[in-house]
């Protein structure tokens, strides 16, 4: 009776699509005839998967054959959007949801900032290739979540100097440089020297995180008197580039950046102080224009040495263990011939 149809006469059987090939189609035909309209609900559902709904239905002699249509996507946003397909081919990603546009900016930026997925070949590769900005955010909304992983991961240390961050997030910086406040990017926040990355000796030179304000002003080409009698003398012991003849007492007008404005040393304690701050001025310029040593460091190394620990001391260190070695061998020399 039948022609292999269901036993259905006159019944023209189409082959159903395959799951792959659903997954980019928004109709189809259920491929099977069934009793009409009898037995049609659910149908599409039952036949094609969840996703399908029925549209409507083709008289085919003694029965039909169901058109359906897709109702929803039911893949996860986040899984489509990083390119994750279900396991479960009729679970399908809504065509409008790629890594290529902004529906899936948040998505991406939760996924890649997640300390389980950060280092992942789609976060490290195929995100960087196709969209650099959202992957520099992500990287950036990693760090910042747990401010610790600035002091711990050279990643994040690196990336607070970088271009385009330094001088954006000021605030994070302020909150990590109070709990890390020896940590060397912290240099230029905790001191309290005007201009710290030109008149302070501990951060001239060294790989410091700048505020957007120590960004756009325009630092003097010396640290004037007001600025330096007004510093407390910890910090008179590290300010360089300070202008000369700068005693005790201040001056009642501001001098101008640059100019040379003579104040009355008043003692010959003050006299001498005027002469170590110039020696010590001398000194600290020539050594600032040497290598980056502290830099260099790992990031392991240099997050444990405190502030005061600058490029010049590490040089005045590497000097004077110079001086030692020179000192025994003449010593050891003098013994021989003795």
Do not use: H
């Not at 189409?14 to 005839?33: E, F, I, K, R, Y």
């Not at 490290?124 to 992957?135: A, E, H, P, R």
């Not at 710290?196 to 060294?206: A, E, H, L």
């Amino acid at each position: 009776m039948g022609n292999g149809c269901n036993g259905l006469v006159n019944c023209n059987c189409v082959t159903p699509p395959t799951p792959a090939a659903l997954q980019t189609m928004t109709s189809a035909s259920t491929g099977n005839c069934v009793a009409c309209p009898a037995t049609i609900n659910d149908s599409c559902s039952s036949k094609l998967g969840p996703e399908w709904i029925n549209d409507y239905s083709v008289s085919e002699g003694a029965g039909c054959i169901l058109q359906c249509k897709r109702g929803s996507y039911s893949n996860t946003s986040q899984d489509c959007c990083i390119g994750i397909q279900s396991s479960n081919l009729q679970s399908t990603c809504d065509p409008s949801l790629n890594a290529t546009n902004g529906n899936c900016s948040g998505y991406i930026l939760n996924y890649c900032s997640d300390p389980s997925n950060i280092n992942n070949s789609y976060c490290q590769s195929n995100l960087k290739t196709t969209n650099l900005n959202l992957f520099n955010s992500c990287q950036l909304k990693y760090c910042t979540d747990d401010i610790n992983r600035i002091n711990s991961q050279s990643l994040c240390r690196s990336l607070v100097l970088s271009p385009g961050v330094i001088g954006t997030i000021d605030n994070t910086m302020q909150a990590y440089c109070n709990q890390y406040p020896t940590d060397g990017l912290c240099c230029n926040i905790k001191s309290e020297i005007f201009c710290p990355n030109k008149f302070d000796s501990r951060c001239v030179g060294t790989a410091a995180y700048l505020t957007a304000d120590m960004l756009n002003v325009t630092c003097p080409n010396v640290l004037t008197c007001n600025q330096y009698v007004n510093l407390s003398p910890g910090a008179k012991v590290f300010a360089t580039n300070v202008q000369l003849n700068c005693g005790t007492t201040s001056p009642t007008n501001p001098s101008t950046p640059g100019s040379t404005t003579n104040v009355s040393a008043g003692t010959i304690q003050d006299i001498i102080t005027n002469i170590i701050n110039s020696i010590t001025t001398k000194i600290n310029n020539s050594l600032s224009n040497l290598p980056d040593i502290k830099s260099k460091l790992p990031a392991t190394i240099s997050s444990k040495l405190p502030i005061t620990i600058t490029n010049t001391t590490i040089y005045l260190v590497i000097l004077l263990l110079i001086f030692l070695v020179v000192l025994i061998l003449v010593i050891l020399n003098y013994s021989d011939n003795s």
